[in-house]
């Protein structure tokens, strides 16, 4: 049999095969786009805000549904709206402690050299918004969301950086994207802390078993990933008992992913040459063995990391993230006030993402090569750097996770949202004008 007869399964009909081959053509290339998780967060955006405003009652009704289960005597039942932000966007985190994992080991954040300057990015990112919304706002109703601005929703900001194409030079993408992973980190920092209610002890210790299981499993060489599920959900709960955001254990768990591979792309080679010359084709029980120590050197010839940052981004960004704005996005505009407190909690998040962040990102980055404690390459423009502040003020996901810790349901959270939104879109459009006005061609002066 020659290769081009294996070309389809066995079992095919063609007719059926050609006609779903038209369907997911078009949606497979538009998966392919990098920016394509940014046109379906805008897309779950736009219909949460229809939804909410047309039809209020049946989107309030939707998230306020109860969801749980009972086990005799024992029940636990919540809110779908609490399922998403609590449960699903735990997943969300997760890989965020995975890409912080990575960065760490092998990344941009690997060195001090190399996390200079997206780390001098980062912090000037985070203080000089929250610095802007204080400002503004301490001693008001609304003083409880000085973090809101600080963070930076990646997805849209790589979003705008691929639409704008070859006039973004590839070392500003990698900035943006360290800059986002320390972003994420002092994000995280600052809902455990700041964000949190009182601790109970007794979750800590859950935590702590938890956090135990893994290690255990982890020392006894198990790498099957299903299995990490059961002490996972038992940091998730004790991270809930205690008061701190069970998003927290998601990060945590992350972290704690075996950044090393066991076999590598060599021992997978050699591994996998090893067996196919020992192949008995005829013998069908040496066969699957063979098999199924080929697959096992080929799921690690990457480290559990990568893998599962490779498996679950694509959930994330087309599933987690999306429904996460769904049903958090859903501004009730009759609900959002721009008098008293409410003006100057709008304002001051507008203003933070809009005017802090490119301000904070740009000033740092470019105050920190200019003395000496970072370094920029020749692409790394201010012009460029200044773009990446720009983008970097989207703040979305994140700055609505924020929103959702630091008010309860009502008139203020609904202006908070209301000025991300507004905050985020101004920042995407000046960002993309930007850019196009400025980034013609690849610019040589560092000093332009």
Same mark, same amino acid.
């Given at each position: 049999?020659?290769?081009?007869?294996?070309?389809?399964?066995?079992?095919?009909?063609?007719? $059926?095969?050609?006609?779903?081959?038209?369907?997911?053509?078009?949606?497979?290339? !538009?998966?392919?786009?990098?920016?394509?998780?940014?046109?379906?967060?805008?897309?779950?955006?736009?219909?949460?805000?229809?939804?909410?405003?047309?039809?209020?009652?049946? %989107?309030?009704?939707?998230?306020?549904?109860?969801?749980?289960?009972?086990?005799?005597?024992?029940?636990?039942?919540?809110?779908?709206?609490?399922?998403?932000?609590?449960?699903?966007?735990?997943?969300?985190?997760?890989?965020?402690?995975?890409?912080?994992?990575?960065?760490?080991?092998?990344?941009?954040?690997?060195?001090?050299?190399?996390?200079?300057?997206?780390?001098?990015?980062?912090?000037?990112?985070?203080?000089?918004?929250?610095?802007?919304?204080?400002?503004?706002? %301490?001693?008001?109703?609304?003083?409880?969301?000085?973090?809101?601005?600080?963070?930076?929703?990646?997805?849209?900001? $790589?979003?705008?950086?691929?639409?704008?194409?070859?006039?973004?030079?590839?070392?500003?993408?990698?900035?943006? =994207?360290?800059?986002?992973?320390?972003?994420?980190?002092?994000?995280?920092?600052?809902?455990?802390?700041?964000?949190?209610?009182?601790?109970? =002890?007794?979750?800590?210790?859950?935590?702590?078993?938890?956090?135990?299981?893994?290690?255990?499993?982890?020392?006894?060489?198990?790498?099957?990933?299903?299995?990490?599920?059961?002490?996972?959900?038992?940091?998730?709960?004790?991270?809930?008992?205690?008061?701190?955001?069970?998003?927290?254990?998601?990060?945590?768990?992350?972290? =704690?992913?075996?950044?090393?591979?066991?076999?590598?792309?060599?021992?997978?080679?050699?591994? +996998?040459?090893?067996?196919?010359?020992?192949?008995?084709?005829?013998?069908?029980?040496?066969?699957?063995?063979?098999?199924?120590?080929?697959?096992?050197?080929?799921?690690?010839?990457?480290?559990?990391?990568?893998?599962?940052?490779?498996?679950?981004?694509?959930?994330?960004?087309?599933?987690?993230?999306?429904?996460?704005?769904?049903?958090?996005?859903?501004?009730?505009?009759?609900?959002?006030?721009?008098?008293?407190?409410?003006?100057?909690?709008?304002?001051? !998040?507008?203003?933070?993402?809009?005017?802090?962040?490119?301000?904070?990102?740009?000033?740092?980055?470019?105050?920190?090569?200019?003395?000496?404690?970072?370094?920029?390459?020749?692409?790394?423009?201010?012009?460029?750097?200044?773009?990446?502040?720009?983008?970097?003020? !989207?703040?979305?996901?994140?700055?609505?996770? !924020?929103?959702?810790?630091?008010?309860?349901?009502?008139?203020?959270?609904?202006?908070?949202?209301?000025?991300?939104?507004?905050?985020?879109?101004?920042?995407? $459009?000046?960002?993309?004008?930007?850019?196009?006005? +400025?980034?013609?061609?690849?610019?040589?002066?560092?000093?332009?």
């Amino acid at each position: 049999m020659s290769l081009s007869d294996n070309t389809h399964p066995p079992g095919t009909w063609a007719p $059926v095969r050609r006609a779903a081959a038209r369907i997911a053509s078009p949606i497979q290339r !538009i998966l392919a786009i990098e920016a394509a998780s940014g046109i379906v967060l805008l897309v779950a955006t736009v219909i949460a805000l229809t939804w909410a405003n047309l039809w209020t009652g049946s %989107y309030h009704d939707l998230w306020h549904t109860p969801m749980g289960g009972r086990l005799g005597p024992w029940s636990f039942e919540q809110p779908l709206h609490f399922w998403v932000n609590d449960g699903l966007m735990t997943i969300f985190f997760f890989v965020v402690g995975l890409e912080i994992r990575r960065e760490i080991f092998e990344g941009e954040l690997a060195t001090l050299r190399k996390a200079a300057l997206p780390l001098a990015a980062a912090v000037g990112g985070m203080l000089i918004p929250a610095g802007i919304f204080v400002a503004m706002n %301490y001693g008001r109703a609304g003083s409880a969301g000085w973090a809101v601005p600080m963070a930076t929703d990646i997805a849209f900001a $790589v979003g705008v950086l691929t639409l704008l194409g070859s006039r973004v030079a590839p070392p500003l993408r990698v900035l943006l =994207l360290a800059l986002a992973v320390i972003d994420d980190i002092g994000a995280i920092v600052v809902i455990a802390i700041f964000y949190s209610t009182g601790i109970a =002890l007794e979750g800590l210790a859950i935590v702590g078993a938890g956090i135990g299981g893994v290690l255990m499993l982890r020392a006894a060489g198990v790498r099957t990933v299903l299995i990490y599920v059961i002490p996972g959900l038992v940091v998730w709960a004790g991270f809930l008992v205690t008061g701190i955001h069970p998003t927290i254990g998601g990060v945590i768990l992350g972290m =704690l992913a075996p950044v090393r591979p066991w076999f590598g792309p060599s021992g997978f080679a050699a591994a +996998t040459q090893e067996q196919l010359a020992g192949l008995e084709p005829n013998d069908r029980g040496a066969l699957l063995v063979s098999l199924d120590l080929i697959e096992q050197a080929r799921r690690e010839a990457i480290s559990p990391v990568e893998r599962l940052i490779h498996s679950l981004h694509p959930w994330v960004a087309f599933v987690v993230m999306p429904v996460f704005a769904l049903a958090n996005a859903g501004v009730v505009l009759g609900g959002a006030s721009l008098s008293g407190d409410s003006f100057w909690l709008f304002a001051g !998040i507008v203003a933070g993402l809009a005017l802090g962040k490119p301000l904070g990102i740009a000033a740092a980055a470019l105050g920190a090569s200019k003395v000496g404690i970072a370094t920029r390459s020749s692409d790394m423009t201010r012009r460029g750097i200044l773009l990446v502040g720009l983008v970097g003020g !989207i703040g979305f996901t994140m700055s609505l996770f !924020i929103a959702q810790l630091a008010f309860p349901p009502g008139p203020l959270l609904d202006t908070a949202k209301l000025a991300i939104l507004v905050g985020s879109g101004v920042a995407i $459009v000046v960002g993309l004008v930007f850019g196009l006005a +400025t980034n013609h061609k690849p610019d040589r002066d560092v000093s332009a």
